[in-house]
């Protein structure tokens, strides 16, 4: 018997650990929003994403990416007092799956330039159906969920606070912005807080409405000319955001 409960608790611990979970709440400085994950379809791509869920890499991270009309991306930094922004610890790249089509609502993973495989941790939500580049640059960026309920509200408000460069401030002046020796305080950055699994049933995406990649047959090496969609939801932001940071922050953009 005591090894059979042995058992049992053992297999309970490592179920809450491996959870292949469907609907997860992102709890930000700035309201709460759920996204219904595609496990099922993009298996790799949301076991990579629940491995930082699970071990708390997203917790305190910060929205470091905003253009308004096209997306909102997180889950590569945290603020630990100074910029530039501290990365967080990655694991190893995810393989690539494009199924999914880039339109309103979705959720995607973000990636290095011509790297079809490099998705780490970092993902990006789609604020408008950005599905004729983003299905057919650099492989394809994977759309690995959908934000439900009421939770675009939140996002189209964060997409809205003011920003300097792309990156959204609360409360942050024009002027502190140009100024190279003012740095913003943790409560000017849109926070991540955590994010919870709410439902590990891994069917509940059965009922969702999805858009297939149809595109994705037309891929094309060279990356999108315009200058918002041409990092693609970040494939070269980070290390820009970086070096803009540690000069001080680009002119406010509104």
Same mark, same amino acid.
């Given at each position: 018997m005591f090894k059979l409960n042995t058992l049992l608790l053992a297999s309970a611990m490592l179920g809450s650990v491996t959870a292949n979970a469907t609907i997860v709440e992102f709890q930000t400085s700035h309201g709460s929003f759920q996204v219904n994950l595609y496990d099922q379809s993009t298996p790799k791509t949301v076991e990579n994403f629940l491995q930082y869920v699970n071990n708390e890499r997203y917790s305190d991270t910060v929205i470091h990416r905003v253009i308004p009309e096209f997306v909102v991306q997180g889950g590569g930094f945290t603020y630990e007092g100074k910029v530039p922004l501290d990365a967080i610890e990655t694991y190893n790249a995810v393989e690539n799956e494009p199924k999914w089509s880039n339109v309103k609502g979705t959720i995607a993973m973000a990636k290095v330039a011509y @790297?079809?495989? /490099?998705? &780490? #941790?970092?993902?990006? %939500?789609?604020?408008?159906?950005?599905?004729?580049? $983003?299905?057919?640059?650099?492989?394809g960026y994977t759309v690995f969920g959908q934000v439900i309920g009421d939770g675009m509200e939140v996002l189209e408000a964060i997409a809205q606070i003011p920003r300097c460069g792309n990156v959204p401030l609360v409360n942050f002046t024009d002027e502190q912005c140009k100024d190279t020796e003012t740095d913003p305080g943790a409560a000017n950055f849109?926070?991540?807080?955590?994010i919870t699994v709410l439902d590990d049933d891994p069917? #509940?995406?059965? !009922? $969702?409405?999805? @858009?297939?990649?149809?595109? %994705?047959?037309?891929? &094309?090496? @060279?990356? /999108?000319?315009?200058?918002?969609? !041409?990092?693609s939801g970040g494939s070269m932001f980070a290390g820009l955001f970086l070096l803009a940071a540690a000069l001080g922050f680009r002119r406010r953009v509104k």
């Open positions: @790297k079809p495989d /490099s998705a &780490t #941790s970092q993902w990006f %939500i789609n604020l408008e159906d950005n599905s004729s580049n $983003l299905d057919v640059e650099n492989g849109v926070t991540l807080n955590a069917n #509940s995406a059965a !009922g $969702l409405t999805q @858009k297939a990649n149809t595109l %994705i047959d037309q891929v &094309t090496d @060279k990356p /999108s000319t315009d200058q918002d969609s !041409g990092s």
